[in-house]
């Protein structure tokens, strides 16, 4: 190979690696009581640091006429100053950040209501962080269904990425954000 074929392949690496919003990292946080429904989205990360705060983006209550989706999006607030989310669904306002009082994030809880049929699903609805401290933390969402076991905690260094998934809008019953996957890096 040539120098000028290296520096594209080069330069063509590096804008994918860059792209693709993720670094390295030595576990996965999951848990197994996630929806269903939707894609899996791209791997964000933060570029250096650690996620010590967490803000969601809810829908309110939408009442007896109305589709339910609750939770929409999860915004991970990095240490370095940065902020990272993976898949967002459409619907909803961003809730204040909730922030570790020392350290960082280390594991999870996600809140989710079981399928209902012909009924109004809306998936994952709420979500609560194990602080390094031993803090917890949890969104405000509205509530439907009940919380699942915690995932494990990250096994050396704390949660730096997140990949979401979220079904995109549906007629007639949407759920919008179903599961969520965080990673850990030292």
Sequence with gaps: MDLSTSAVVFLFLTYHL???????YNSILLVPNGGKWGEWGKIESCP???????????????????????????RLYCSSGGVV????????EWT???????????AFALNV???KGPSDDTAANN?????GDGAILEGESPTFGTYGQWSKRCTA???CGIQTKVEAPARGDSTALNDVRFFCCY
């Design 127 to 131: 979500i609560r962080f194990s602080c």
């Design 85 to 92: 989310q993976s898949t967002v669904g459409p619907w909803g």
């Design 48 to 74: 250096k640091g650690h996620a010590h705060g967490f803000s969601l983006k809810t829908e309110r209550e939408q009442g007896v006429t109305g589709d339910d989706t609750s939770l929409n999006g999860i």
């Design 96 to 106: 204040e950040v909730k922030e570790c009082p020392r350290g960082y994030l280390v």
């Design 157 to 159: 260094g704390a949660i």
């Design 18 to 24: 860059c792209e693709a919003g993720h670094r390295n």
């Design 113 to 115: 209501e079981a399928p």
